[in-house]
C-alpha cells in the first residue's frame, strides 16, 4: 500500500518560509507527476504547485515567484519551499502523486497545516 506522508507545516509570519517535504512509502517504481494542493476553510482544494517525472514544473498563478517545488524521483520524495508567505497562503496542503502503472494511480497524504499570522 502507497502512503505519502507530509512534513514541515507549522505557524509562520507574514514574509517568512516554511519547507514542506512528501515522501512516499510502499512503492517500488518511480512515481508520475508529484505535487501539493492546498485547501482553506470553506474553499475548494486548489493546486498550488506539481512536478513531472522529467522535471517540468507548473505553478498556480497566486504562488509564483515565491513557491519552488523540487523532487528526488529515485526516493519519490518531493519538496515545497514557500518564501515571502502571506495569510492568503494559510491551508491544508496536501501532497499527491499521480500518473500509470498498468493502471492509473492517484495517491494523497493526510495533509499538513500551514498557517501564516499577519
Known amino acids: 500500500q502507497v502512503t505519502l506522508v507530509e512534513s514541515g507545516g507549522g505557524l509562520v509570519q507574514a514574509g517568512g518560509s516554511l519547507r514542506l517535504s512528501c515522501a512516499a512509502s510502499?512503492?517500488?517504481?518511480?512515481?508520475?507527476?508529484m505535487g501539493w494542493y492546498r485547501q482553506a476553510p470553506g474553499e475548494q482544494r486548489e493546486l498550488v504547485a506539481s512536478?513531472?517525472?522529467?522535471?517540468?514544473?507548473n505553478y498556480a498563478d497566486s504562488v509564483k515567484g515565491r513557491f519552488a517545488i523540487s523532487r528526488d524521483y529515485a526516493k519519490n520524495t518531493v519538496w515545497l519551499q514557500m518564501s515571502s508567505l502571506k495569510p492568503e497562503d494559510t491551508a491544508v496542503y496536501f501532497c499527491?502523486?499521480?500518473?500509470?502503472?498498468?493502471?492509473?494511480?492517484?495517491?494523497w497524504g493526510q495533509g499538513t497545516q500551514v498557517t501564516v499570522s499577519s
Open positions: 512536478i513531472t517525472s522529467s522535471g517540468v514544473t
Open positions: 510502499g512503492v517500488i517504481f518511480g512515481l508520475g507527476t
Open positions: 499527491n502523486a499521480r500518473g500509470f502503472r498498468f493502471k492509473a494511480y492517484d495517491y
